[in-house]
């Protein structure tokens, strides 16, 4: 039985979360998978570097997109019909390789498009998240629902290294990524039965919390058309998120490609070892994404979105920067992967105050914009897969990876002149 007193807004969400969480456990398993199949499919890091970015290119390029088409026509038909798609290319991940597919060129190949496909039926969730979020929750209570979105996939990807690697060592790769396609379904059968596009349609809505959730729109950014969102692409504020999101990705990248291996080949860890101990950046990250996205809200709500957002983003990125310099260099493994976890965990950390910012910028229009955003965090992915594998064959992982440092403050200093307390001004035509 559903609990009344859990505001209809936030037991939609939890749907949300989930399929967040199904997002990063399906997305997640072939960088775990990727130890076993480098030497049975004989593909090399670098070949593996360039699959692994496959993903990142058709998930950055359809995140305007797939921003817009979640507004077009509407989250509920959105997520419904890319997760069919995820079912489907998780299959083939699995399957075509060595088995309908057995040249290195064809091996490769398949690899490439179906993750290039697969990026594409991703790309779309965290926008429509993000739009989902504007308009269910009252105006200023952005930061949480996104960054308790941000522990759904942080959970996710952390199940993923130690399942992962426990199915692959005793069943086999294929096995992982064909476990996962009746979870899927399943939970996005429960979005189609929950969900509905606009709060005053949904059954279990109140007055009362319909009402809440309505204060206070009229000072946001005015709806003058869906054909607005093609301005946002030259919007300061948006633009300069975008950047400052590239260079908080670009670390994020480090562990979402390279971390498993990077335990593995350069720490010296098993295969089963590393499973477990590559979840723990993502477990801090879980926690410090919900605790960043409170923390903006409550300093937004006291001193506006300017420094509310700013505050939690700065000290995130800074941390970040200083933890993954000396996980790097620490001459303790354990002690490496302990300062490495809070290194993604302050990360994670500013979640929250990247999509209200751009909640807080783009108002009705929230969908696309995150969706520029989103593509400038996600084009790090594109440089960080195929760049470290170079990097390292020249000056070493560790050097390689210590270029996250730098980008994490160069991201700090951005947020610097970022205003989320000047909302976009579309103009009708």
């Known amino acids: ?9 936030w037991r939609l ?11 990063y456990l399906m997305r997640q ?15 090399s890091e670098l070949e593996m570097g360039w699959i692994y970015a496959a993903f990142i290119w058709g998930y950055a390029l359809f995140q305007l997109p797939g921003g817009v088409f979640g507004k077009l026509i509407g989250p509920r038909v959105a997520l419904t019909s890319i997760g069919l798609v995820w079912m489907i290319t998780t299959g083939l991940t699995g399957w075509l390789p060595g088995q309908v597919f057995s040249s290195g060129f064809g091996v490769i190949g398949s690899l490439m498009v179906i993750r290039f496909v697969m990026g594409i039926a991703h790309a779309p969730i965290y926008p429509i998240q993000g739009a989902v979020a504007e308009r269910w929750f009252p105006v200023g209570q952005w930061a949480l629902p996104n960054a308790v979105g941000s522990t759904g996939l942080t959970l996710g990807a952390a199940l993923a290294q130690p399942l992962i690697a426990i199915i692959m060592v005793y069943w086999g790769w294929r096995v992982s990524f064909y476990l996962f396609i009746p979870l899927g379904l399943a939970v996005f059968w429960l979005w189609w039965w929950y969900a509905t596009d606009e709060p005053s349609a949904h059954p279990a809505m109140s007055q009362n919390e319909l009402a809440e959730i309505e204060a206070g729109r009229e000072a946001l950014t005015p709806h003058v058309g869906s054909g607005a969102w093609t301005q946002l692409i030259r919007d300061r504020n948006t633009l300069m998120l975008a950047a400052a999101y590239f260079a908080e990705n670009f670390v994020f990248y480090l562990f979402f490609t390279w971390f498993f291996h990077y335990l593995v080949s350069e ?4 295969i089963l070892e590393t499973g477990f101990l590559a979840s723990l950046p993502w477990l801090c990250g879980a926690v410090m994404a919900s605790v960043g996205g409170y923390l903006c809200d409550t300093l937004c709500a006291k001193f506006g979105p300017r420094l509310g957002c700013r505050v939690p983003a700065i000290t995130g990125l800074v941390g970040a920067g200083i933890f993954l310099y000396l996980g790097l260099y620490s001459s303790s493994p354990y002690v490496a992967v302990a300062l490495l976890s809070l290194c993604f965990a302050s990360t994670q950390f500013t979640e929250g105050a990247y999509w209200s910012a751009q909640t807080y910028v783009a108002g009705p229009y929230t969908a696309p914009a995150c969706g520029v955003m989103n593509t400038g965090g996600n084009l790090a992915g594109i440089v960080v897969a195929p760049l470290m594998p170079f990097l390292a064959g020249h000056i070493g992982w560790v050097a390689a990876l210590s270029t996250g440092s730098i980008m994490a403050f160069v991201g700090a200093a951005l947020w610097l002149f970022i205003r989320p307390d000047e909302p976009f001004q579309p103009q009708s035509k």
């Open 1 to 9: 039985m559903i609990n009344p007193s859990i505001p209809t807004r």
């Open 29 to 43: 398993n072939i960088h775990v998978a990727g130890e076993l199949m480098m030497p049975e499919l004989g593909i």
């Open 267 to 270: 720490l010296g860890f098993s």
């Open 13 to 23: 969400f939890s749907v949300l979360i989930l399929l967040s969480f199904l997002s």
